[in-house]
């Protein structure tokens, strides 16, 4: 009887270990060249992202992540710090909003919106309100804006405002008035909750016209990071009483405790999905990278041929 290896000239393929199942949880990655400390991740795969500004005092610090390492790009043209960026871009089409620019002492709020091409910052139309402390999502041409500091009526606002890339428009609030919380997702499938003064667990989602009532988050929480959209995304770290480590997964319908992150920080950043993810920086962290594999994420198996 003629042999496989006859007929087609090799022999099948075979695994040369039994499968082993994906183990879900966080790991040290490669480092940032800065500190982020108050800004937003952008991008969602662990192949491509980019994080700018933030840090204590201001920074002009721009980075891009590659799938193997942060290299600094382009710098911003301002010390920029507590602002919002498109979650759902990449590391050549993304746009940051609004924020303080330093350094601190005192700090100057500004209506800027920043375009980022992969190489060049680009002024577009500014901000409706001299606010900090907002969260963005979306992307360049889709995105939004939501909640944060109005600094000329000195308090929390509820403001959402929608982006196409040049022009902010105004659209439905979102239900309370919070700063320092956290949003991911697009345009028409966003999440946004948390946040301070006082801490709260409220989240609600967007579909790009109204505002909708979503499941509390398992504890009042502010400065944490979020990334996916409305339907498959995740929470991780903040302050609530102290710096927190946990991470949450949100279907839709419920939110489900996953791995901790190895170091506990706030106001942190992320960038990725429920199957992979990475957290930068923080207080607690500075340059600190943590890169994460969700439940059921694929994983490579070395493949012996003879």
Known sequence: MAEYKGIKGFKVQYLDQDPVPTVAGWSSAPSLNSDHIYSQGIGTTTSDGQIAGGAPEGSTANELWNGTAWTTSTTVPSQSASWGGSTQGSSTASFYVAGLIGPASPWTVTTQTLNWDGSTWTSSGNY???????????????????????APATSETNATNLYDGSTWTSAPNWPISKRNLTAFGTQTAALAGTGENPQVNTFASFNGSTWSSE?????????????????????????????????????????????NLGTARAS????????????????????GVEDYIGPGAAVTKTITAS
């Open 128 to 150: 409706p309100l001299n606010a900090w402390d907002i969260r963005a999502a979306g992307t360049q041409t889709t995105g939004l804006a939501v909640g944060g500091y109005n």
């Open 215 to 259: 499941a509390n988050y398992p504890v009042p929480l502010q400065g944490g990071a979020g990334s996916g959209v409305e339907s498959a995304g995740f929470v991780i770290g903040g302050s609530s009483g102290g710096n927190i480590a946990t991470t949450n997964t949100y279907d839709g319908t419920a939110w489900t405790a996953q791995a």
């Open 268 to 287: 942190l950043s992320s960038i990725g999905s429920v199957s992979g993810a990475k957290a930068m920086s923080g207080i607690g962290a500075t340059t």
